[in-house]
């Protein structure tokens, strides 16, 4: 009798869910796409960011996701997307929203943010806020930037000749780039060589010696197997902080009820604190493997990643001078940065003492 009994109410309760379910249709879909694929941050992400969405919302907001090309292959194309509200929600790196916000190149710049906890606080505060107010200006309010997260952890020098512990052992080195200027003033101001390559060539580029280096991280060389092509070199420099913009459709955005803003709000937040987290955890295997397979892992002292960013630092005026409204963009990181820096040194004061 109690087992027929609990049998009749989980099937009323299974009834009544798949009820709700119906009575509940979504009123919202958002479509959301990312030029990656299912072992990468940015689907971690989407991941968090769907599952939240849905349930906060109780169903009223329904996200579908599309990892690879489906939707639109390059920032460019995927921007247009978002500016005609064909795409609700994509993900770029900087490098991939330059053509339209020349500025996000900032994230770049090397050697401004510390580590991740002086990372986090920037990227969760009003320096975001700042770039979206400048994306919305520069996009006739087509173009919100919901928050910025991480897709890969920081940018290191990597090569296949020598151990790089100071700037000048990078010199004459070929270091591949993208085709941007700033990466390649970067490279130069360092005393090597820029080698533009697109990124599918960079296996076999490093076989032949067409270029003898590079600027990624860790999961990156790991997941491209560049040590088989002679990659045996690692320096944890950490010149730049692998930032991720998630951009959305300002039209879908203000669309909704002022409920449903929150809980998208609120999604990101998660979105962002997944990605945070995601590369710390993928990173610890791929630096084990990396020096399992016999690569040479260098962390430089304070002294030299000082003397890196004093290297570096002719970047930063370049910077200022020849992108759209560059210096803006980067005092106003400047600024977040010595208030993050301000923070978490009292933060750490109070929990040490």
Same mark, same amino acid.
């Given at each position: 009798?109690i087992?027929?009994?609990?049998?009749?109410?989980?099937?009323?309760?299974?009834?009544?869910?798949?009820?709700?379910?119906a009575?509940?249709?979504?009123?919202?879909?958002?479509?959301?796409?990312?030029?990656?694929?299912?072992?990468?941050?940015?689907?971690?992400?989407? &991941? &968090?960011?769907?599952?939240?969405?849905?349930?906060?919302?109780?169903?009223?907001?329904?996200?579908?996701?599309?990892?690879?090309?489906?939707?639109?292959?390059?920032?460019?194309?995927?921007?247009?997307g978002?500016?005609?509200g064909?795409?609700?929600?994509?993900?770029?790196?900087?490098?991939?929203?330059?053509?339209?916000?020349? @500025? &996000?190149? &900032?994230?770049?710049?090397?050697?401004?943010?510390?580590?991740?906890?002086?990372?986090?606080?920037?990227?969760?505060?009003?320096?975001? /806020?700042?770039?979206?107010?400048?994306?919305?200006e520069?996009?006739?309010?087509?173009?919100?930037?919901?928050?910025?997260?991480n897709?890969?952890?920081?940018?290191?020098f990597?090569?296949t000749?020598?151990?790089?512990?100071?700037?000048?052992?990078?010199?004459?080195?070929?270091? /591949?780039?993208?085709?941007?200027?700033?990466?390649?003033?970067?490279?130069?101001?360092?005393?090597? $060589?820029?080698?533009?390559?697109?990124?599918?060539?960079?296996?076999?580029?490093?076989?032949?010696?067409?270029?003898?280096?590079?600027?990624?991280?860790?999961?990156?060389i790991?997941?491209?197997?560049?040590?088989?092509?002679?990659?045996?070199?690692?320096?944890?420099?950490?010149?730049?902080?692998?930032?991720?913009?998630?951009?959305?459709?300002?039209?879908?955005?203000?669309?909704?009820?002022?409920?449903? /803003?929150?809980?998208?709000?609120?999604?990101?937040?998660?979105?962002?604190?997944?990605t945070?987290?995601?590369?710390?955890?993928?990173?610890?295997?791929? @630096?084990?493997?990396?020096?399992?397979?016999?690569?040479?892992? @260098?962390?430089?002292?304070?002294?030299?990643?000082?003397?890196?960013?004093?290297?570096?630092?002719?970047?930063?005026?370049?910077?200022?001078?020849?992108?759209?409204?560059?210096?803006?963009?980067?005092?106003?990181?400047?600024?977040?940065?010595? $208030?993050?820096?301000?923070?978490?040194?009292?933060?750490?004061?109070?929990?040490?003492?």
């Open positions: 009798m087992r027929k009994l609990a049998t009749t109410a989980i099937l009323a309760s299974a009834l009544s869910i798949g009820i709700v379910g009575a509940q249709a979504a009123d919202i879909t958002l479509r959301a796409t990312a030029n990656s694929n299912e072992n990468d941050e940015d689907y971690d992400g989407l &991941v &968090v960011f769907k599952n939240y969405v849905e349930s906060a919302s109780n169903g009223a907001i329904e996200v579908e996701l599309f990892i690879g090309t489906q939707l639109c292959s390059n920032g460019a194309e995927c921007l247009q978002v500016a005609d064909s795409i609700d929600i994509y993900i770029s790196t900087s490098g991939g929203a330059a053509g339209l916000f020349p @500025y &996000v190149q &900032v994230l770049d710049l090397p050697y401004l943010m510390a580590d991740d906890r002086v990372a986090e606080h920037v990227l969760s505060g009003d320096f975001t /806020r700042a770039v979206r107010g400048m994306a919305l520069d996009s006739d309010d087509s173009i919100r930037l919901m928050t910025i997260g897709t890969g952890g920081w940018r290191n990597a090569n000749k020598r151990r790089v512990a100071e700037p000048g052992d990078l010199e004459g080195l070929k270091i /591949r780039t993208v085709v941007a200027d700033l990466p390649q003033e970067l490279v130069k101001a360092l005393g090597a $060589a820029p080698t533009p390559i697109p990124w599918p060539e960079l296996f076999t580029s490093f076989q032949t010696g067409v270029v003898e280096g590079s600027k990624n991280g860790i999961t990156d790991m997941g491209m197997k560049f040590p088989d092509a002679g990659l045996k070199y690692l320096t944890l420099d950490g010149h730049a902080y692998m930032g991720a913009l998630w951009w959305m459709s300002n039209q879908s955005f203000t669309g909704m009820s002022e409920d449903q /803003r929150r809980v998208i709000v609120d999604g990101f937040y998660a979105l962002q604190q997944a945070f987290a995601s590369p710390k955890r993928k990173s610890i295997q791929a @630096y084990q493997d990396f020096v399992a397979g016999g690569g040479d892992l @260098y962390v430089p002292t304070p002294a030299q990643k000082a003397a890196f960013k004093e290297a570096a630092a002719p970047v930063y005026d370049w910077f200022k001078e020849n992108v759209t409204r560059g210096g803006e963009i980067f005092d106003a990181l400047t600024s977040a940065v010595a $208030a993050a820096e301000a923070d978490i040194n009292a933060a750490r004061d109070a929990d040490v003492n």
